[in-house]
């Protein structure tokens, strides 16, 4: 955070890349931490992969059994970051108590970013749980006999996810792509909304009446332009979770969507972790300039630290958090349709008509969330005056 903070004395440009650089390095020691997880857990069952599959689940309930501490920790953030608004707004807390609820607001950040740690690595080792879970239920939908009862289902040639298979390397590729068009929605989202926000905004403010004190602002359209954004444009993020299994599994086999799935959720951990660390390293470096260092308040590194607060918002309050759930959905859905995706393989007709239908639905509501909000114009503006470049 500290080099951050050092990083906004030359500008927001290498503000925003030392966050991203922090984000990115954050990323992977927390697959590494969960590897070591994952591995002891292996260890202990001592070759039995049946058992060793329910010591990992069992390293997932672990995680889940401080949920009381974790809810806590969570809530801490946002109640800290709400009353250090409220008491900005009032206009009467200054020195010592302003400089408190900063600070508190600061510890609230890094609670945040710890919890969001702990529920996507408590979904990355469930989904390995859930995964097992998916290659047992196709065995029994095969009806493959065991061989090895140590070793179970997973040494099946049947079974066997083989990304040298141009089919199941599709999977691969598109489970990988998921998470960044997942968080490409919800990222646009915020922006877009945040634009028409500020077409309010200024709206207001054009008579000038609200900064002389003569009218009180009007909060009803703001909070309706958000109240109504956050249920529309959580429609097409949460197609791309349910539909994507169906058009995979359906539209290949369910041995690339069992690709799919690995794809999603390394490449989710990876991105949640990044998004969630960036966004809470670039607001706590502005908490730190605010505190009186590097010029404080009101100097250009702290204009720099609010640029790069206002890139991380989205990352760590929207996007990062919501990568938890959407591997947990993905990991569910393929579940729930693999019995018929498996029963349906030979039934070209069948397949495919789902998969086209999902497909068609799936496009549709990416290319309605990519459309042009209302209440923001592109047309160009006037030409104004030339004004000679010094």
Same mark, same amino acid.
């Given at each position: ?117 702990? /529920?996507?690595?408590? !979904? +990355? @080792?469930?989904?390995?749980? #859930?995964? &097992?879970?998916?290659?047992?239920? *196709?065995? =029994? ?117 069992? /690709?799919?799935?690995? !794809? +999603? @959720?390394?490449?989710?951990? #990876?991105? &949640?972790?990044?998004?969630?660390? *960036?966004? =809470? ?110």
């Amino acid at each position: 955070m500290q080099e951050i903070a050092a990083a906004a004395e030359t500008g927001p440009a290498t503000t925003i890349l030392a966050g991203t650089a922090s984000g990115l390095e954050s990323s992977v020691y927390a697959v590494i931490a969960i590897a070591i997880a994952i591995a002891a857990a292996m260890a202990l069952g001592g070759g039995n992969l049946q058992f060793s599959f329910y010591l990992v689940a069992l390293c997932g309930m672990g995680m889940l059994a401080t949920t009381g501490i974790i809810v806590s920790e969570d809530t801490f953030g946002p109640v800290s970051d709400n009353a250090a608004g409220i008491a900005e707004m009032s206009g009467e807390f200054h020195g010592e108590p302003q400089r408190i609820m900063v600070s508190l607001d600061a510890v609230g950040n890094t609670t945040k970013a710890v919890t969001k740690g702990f /529920a996507i690595g408590s !979904a +990355v @080792i469930a989904a390995v749980a #859930l995964f &097992a879970s998916f290659i047992e239920t *196709a065995a =029994g939908e095969l009806d493959l006999e065991i061989v090895d009862r140590l070793r179970g289902v997973f040494d099946l040639p049947e079974l066997q996810i083989n990304v040298a298979d141009p089919k199941i390397f599709i999977g691969l590729l598109i489970g990988g792509a998921v998470p960044f068009l997942f968080s490409a929605l919800a990222i646009r989202a915020v922006g877009r909304t945040a634009g028409v926000v500020v077409q309010e905004v200024r709206k207001q403010f054009a008579d000038g009446k609200i900064m002389k004190g003569e009218k009180q602002p009007e909060y009803g359209p703001v909070i309706d332009i958000c109240t109504e954004a956050s249920l529309r444009e959580l429609a097409t993020p949460a197609l791309l979770a349910v539909l994507t299994p169906v058009v995979i599994g359906f539209g290949i086999n369910f041995l690339a969507l069992g /690709a799919f799935l690995a !794809a +999603v @959720i390394l490449v989710g951990q #990876l991105m &949640a972790n990044y998004l969630s660390n *960036a966004g =809470g390293a670039w607001d706590n470096a502005k908490k730190y300039i605010e505190d009186g260092h590097h010029g404080g308040k009101g100097s250009d590194p702290y204009r720099a630290a609010v640029i790069a607060d206002t890139v991380g918002d989205p990352f760590k309050d929207t996007a990062g958090p919501a990568l938890n759930p959407l591997i947990k959905v993905m990991n569910l859905v393929s579940l729930l349709i693999l019995p018929a995706v498996i029963s349906l393989r030979d039934n070209d007709g069948a397949r495919f008509s789902i998969a086209a239908a999902a497909l068609v639905v799936l496009i549709g509501a990416v290319v309605f969330s990519s459309r042009q909000p209302s209440g923001i114009s592109t047309a160009p503006e006037p030409a104004a005056a030339a004004t000679p470049v010094r």
